[in-house]
């Protein structure tokens, strides 16, 4: 079955670099996730533009005209990816922290204090996708996880 939704791209126009972030069931809930992921950096652009394009997607100009989030309807089919999650086992943690030779500083989605889980959630629209990440103690990604 096919359904539109908003997804958020962040943008560079100087590299022409561009990076999904999540896909929502509309736009306010888009423009919410863009928000939580500045509030897990600790960023506040509160004279951020909201410009509407001629194709219909919503840019936010938030540092400079450089970098930017853009937010694109489109359909998909199927449904949107979970946001419920389950944590891992203790077992299961340990065990990846050492196959990855994960450093103390370093977390997996599950040690993560829960407002930190939320926000990220919230920031990326996929449970399966947050737990494939490696972030700092406060809920930032540092990198994917290695595959091995």
């Not at 450093?103 to 996708?129: G, I």
Request: hydrophobic letters at 30%; charged letters at 35%.
């Amino acid at each position: 079955m096919e359904q539109t939704v908003y997804t958020n791209y962040w943008q560079n126009r100087l590299s022409d670099v561009k990076k999904e972030h999540g896909s929502y069931d509309n736009e306010e809930e888009a423009i919410n996730g863009i928000k939580a992921w500045w509030e897990l950096h600790k960023e506040d652009y509160p004279h951020a533009e909201y410009k509407r394009t001629n194709s219909g997607a919503l840019e936010i100009i938030y540092n400079d005209d450089d970098h930017f989030y853009r937010i694109e309807k489109r359909q998909i089919e199927g449904s949107l990816p979970s946001r419920k999650y389950t944590l891992r086992k203790p077992g299961e943690i340990e065990a990846l922290r050492s196959r990855h030779n994960l450093h103390e500083e370093a977390c997996l989605f599950e040690e993560l204090a829960e407002p930190y889980r939320d926000r990220l959630v919230q920031a990326m629209a996929d449970s399966e996708k947050l737990r494939n990440y490696v972030f700092d103690k406060e809920g930032r990604p540092i990198r994917k996880l290695r595959a091995n």
